[in-house]
């Protein structure tokens, strides 16, 4: 069964502080994502990555930044947390399967983050 | 540019009556289209892909592109269907090399007894 570790469930972080929030996959997938989710705006991409050092912008990149120093670790980055980035973030993995395209994404629980 | 439109926020229906949440999309390439539902308290999860033409926990979804859409049906509602359901599309990054999911706003369905 595919896991998807997100190792903080509930964080509250102050105005202009630097968050980190981690993921790790254990199913060797390439693929890692970085979604926030937001009530009446569904999911949003962030970020992501297809390979170790490789990473791509999403819809809405501005504020985040990620690192993928290893293959089952994809961290996001708050470089300087505002009031508007408190969300749930919920990082996803899955298989390039470029050819067979009709792969599934498998999500952890999600991180519930709160900047005062 | 890629779009998933879910018209419906909230819908609520009765216990054994049918059961429709609409999704639209826009992409210029071949479509690949997936539900994914979120029940309270657990993480999302896939509930159906087009390309599998399966049936899962009674739920059916058909693509529809001359509609441009892939709603998604059940003939009789149970409570435990109660959910955040998503539809999403998979479309080829920006530099054609791999895939992502766009996802549209969700709908919250509430099915009362």
């Known amino acids: 069964d595919v896991k998807v570790t997100q190792s903080s469930r509930y964080l509250v972080k102050r105005t202009g502080e630097k968050v980190f929030l981690e993921c790790v996959q254990d199913m060797d997938h390439e693929n890692m994502f970085w979604y926030r989710q937001d009530p009446g705006l569904g999911l949003r991409l962030i970020y992501f990555s297809y390979d170790v050092k490789m990473k791509e912008k999403g819809d809405i990149p501005e504020g985040y930044s990620v690192s993928r120093e290893k293959k089952e670790r994809f961290s996001l980055i708050l470089e300087s947390a505002s009031t508007n980035q408190t969300s749930m973030y919920l990082c996803?993995?899955?298989?390039?399967?470029?050819?067979?395209?009709?792969?599934?994404?498998?999500f952890g629980e999600g991180s519930w983050l709160t900047v005062v | 540019a890629q779009r998933v439109t879910q018209p419906e926020k909230l819908l609520s229906v009765f216990k054994g009556a049918p059961v429709e949440l609409k999704c639209n999309y826009s992409y210029s390439g071949s479509p690949e289209l997936f539900w994914y539902v979120q029940y309270s308290r657990q993480r999302l999860q896939l509930l159906l892909r087009?390309?599998s033409r399966e049936s899962i926990k009674g739920f059916t979804a058909d693509l529809n592109k001359g509609e441009t859409s892939f709603h998604l049906k059940k003939p009789f509602a149970q409570e435990e269907d109660s959910a955040m359901y998503y539809c999403?599309?998979?479309?080829?990054?920006?530099?054609?090399?791999?895939?992502?999911?766009?996802f549209g706003k969700g709908t919250l369905l509430t099915v009362n007894p």
């Open positions: 087009h390309i």
């Open positions: 999403a599309l998979s479309t080829l990054n920006s530099g054609g090399s791999n895939y992502k999911l766009t």
């Open positions: 996803a993995s899955s298989l390039r399967e470029r050819i067979l395209r009709a792969n599934t994404i498998y």
